[in-house]
C-alpha cells in the first residue's frame, strides 16, 4: 500500500501543477481583452441603447471587475446615471454570459418588475435596476466579447 499510495500522491501532484499552469494561463490570456468603453450622450430606452452599441459598437457594457467600473465612471458626467448592459434573466450580461461580478447600490437588486441596470454615477458608480422604457445615456463597448471559462479536473481518473 506504501509505494502505490505514494504514486497516486506524485501523480496527483503532477496534475495539480499542470491544472494551475493552465489556469494561469488562461487567465492571462483572456484577463486582458482590449475593450474600449463609449460614453454615448444619447437618452434611449435600454434595447434601443443595446441596438444602437450592437450596429455602432459591439454591445453594451459588461463590467467584469471595480476597475473596469472604475473606467466607466471616468467617462460618464458628475452624477450621471448610465444604462450597462445587465438585465434580470438570471443577471446575464447583454451578450448572453451570467455576472459574475456585481457593484449593487444597497438595497439592490430590488424584486420587482424593473429588470435593466444602469450605473448611478451619484452612488460612486453603484448599479441600480430600473425600469427598460426609462430614457438614459448609456456605455458601449467595442472589443471582444468578455467570456467566462471553468476547468474541471477529474483526480479521480488517476490510478495508483
Known amino acids: 500500500p506504501g509505494p502505490s ?10 496534475c495539480e501543477s499542470v491544472l494551475s499552469v493552465v489556469t494561469a494561463l488562461l487567465s ?5 481583452l482590449n475593450e ?6 444619447i437618452s434611449m430606452k435600454w434595447t434601443e441603447a443595446q441596438t444602437y452599441c450592437r450596429d455602432n459598437h459591439t454591445d453594451l457594457a459588461s463590467v467584469r471587475n471595480l476597475a473596469e467600473n472604475q473606467k466607466i465612471q471616468d467617462l460618464v458626467p458628475s452624477q450621471g446615471i448610465v444604462w450597462i448592459g445587465l438585465f434580470r434573466d438570471g443577471w446575464k450580461w ?3 454570459t451570467h455576472s459574475s461580478f456585481t457593484n449593487w447600490k444597497q438595497g439592490e437588486p430590488k424584486l420587482s418588475e424593473e429588470t435593466c441596470v444602469a450605473a448611478n454615477f451619484s452612488a460612486d458608480g453603484q448599479w441600480q435596476v430600473s425600469h427598460c422604457q ?3 445615456p448609456f456605455i458601449c463597448y467595442t472589443g471582444k466579447i468578455p467570456f467566462t471559462y471553468s476547468l474541471h479536473v ?5 490510478h495508483p
Open 5 to 14: 499510495r505514494n504514486l497516486f500522491l506524485l501523480q496527483r501532484d503532477k
Open 28 to 32: 492571462g490570456l483572456f484577463s486582458g
Open 36 to 41: 474600449t468603453f463609449i460614453f454615448i450622450n
Open 94 to 96: 447583454s451578450h448572453g
Open 134 to 136: 426609462d430614457m438614459r
Open 154 to 158: 477529474d483526480f479521480s481518473l488517476i
